[in-house]
Every structure is written in C-alpha cells, then in structure tokens.
C-alpha cells in the first residue's frame, strides 16, 4: 500500500498551476495536470521533479470529455485527495469598462472561471468525499473590491466565491477552500496590463509556502489571502 496524495491541477503549464505543480511534487503528491496548449504542458510535465508519477491531460476544462478523461486519470492514481481549480480567464482585454463589457465575453468568463471548475468540483466530489479530500479554488481581489475595469473578472470570481462558500457549508467530509494569491508576474496579469512593466510582482513560486501551509495543515473551510499566510518577510 501507497501513502502518497494524489491530485488534480487545471490549468497547471505556467504560472502558479505549474508553481503548485511543483511544489506538491516536491512534496511526494502525484499529479493529474492539464491546460490548452498541449506543448507547454508537456514541457510542464517534464520540468517536475524526478520520478513524480504524472498524467498530463491537454485539454479545455469547459469540454465535459475533458473533465470526465481528468476524473478517470485521478480513479488511475487511486482516487483524488485535493482539486486545485486554476484553470481561468481574465476575459475581454484590455479590460472594458462595465458599460461596454461585451456579453458574450462575458459569458464566456463565466463558463471558464466558474461553471467549469463547479462542474469538475463535482464529478469530484464523490471520491473526495470517500478519502478527505479538499477542494481548492483560486480566487482574486477583484471578487471583492471594486476594480475599474474588472468588472467581468471580478463578477466570476465573485460568483466562484460564493459557490465555494455554500458549498463549503454543505460538505462535512470535504475542506473547501478559495484562495487570493494577490497580484503576480503571470501571463494573465501581463494581459490586464498590455505594454506595461509588472516585474515589481512577486512571481508566483513566492506565494508557495502559503498554499503548502493551507494544504498540510487541512486549514478550515473558508477564503485565504496567500499573504496572510506568509511568514514575515517572505514574500517577494
């Protein structure tokens, strides 16, 4: 019999899905992993430590093939222990004010950033109830702070909150938690930004620790800003 943890990562070829990625496979966790662009995740995949035990599945997380082939590799590593729901979109960029939000871009952020994580949450669902797992979803500032021209973001990632709230409050067997990283150098940042320089923001392996501590600690259900659970002067 195997200890090891297995868990499910989307959107997980850059940014801070590969920087959990790696931090989960240092810890001894087997990964089932995905994103769009297939060669980025490859690559992805690759750069793990030596000997992590991984499936890399490229693929669109609003495609329910998809989420059906990603709970199917989880059942192959012995069931998931924990959902990273990363996977997302900014939406329209450059970010349109509310008044010219097109709705179609609209819906789409919606679909991306929350109908599909709460679909896979719920294929899920079951096998994480049976072994104690958790489900983490990343959430944003924009969700509770009223941020011209982040509106569409924001209204998802509000929606997402809430989702996880109740849903926190109706699992007794699984920790739900929804998680403010706060602003870092990744792609989708620099796409709310076109042109501008954010090299001042931290990359996203600073946040690290915080998501470890969240995760080994089975902290309670509930939303985390990743800052508060830094140790002092850690981040950077």
Known sequence: MTNTKNAVITGASRGLGLALARGLA???????IDARDGEALGAAAVS???GTKVIALPGDVTDPAHRAALARAAEDLGGPDLLVNNAGTLGASPLPAMAD??????RDAFEVNVLAPLALTQLLLPALRRRGGAVLSITS?????????WGGYGAAKAA???ASNVLAAEESLVRVWWV????LRTRMHQQAFP???ISDRPRPEAVLHAFRKLISERLPAGRYRAAELMPAGARS
């Open 160 to 162: 997402l909150e809430q």
């Open 101 to 106: 939000y097109p709705i179609g871009g609209l």
């Open 26 to 32: 240092d810890d001894g966790w087997s990964l089932v």
């Open 48 to 50: 793990l430590p030596a």
């Open 180 to 183: 403010d990283p706060g602003d």
């Open 195 to 197: 042109g501008e320089d």
């Open 141 to 149: 500032d924009a969700a509770v702070e009223a941020y011209a021209g």
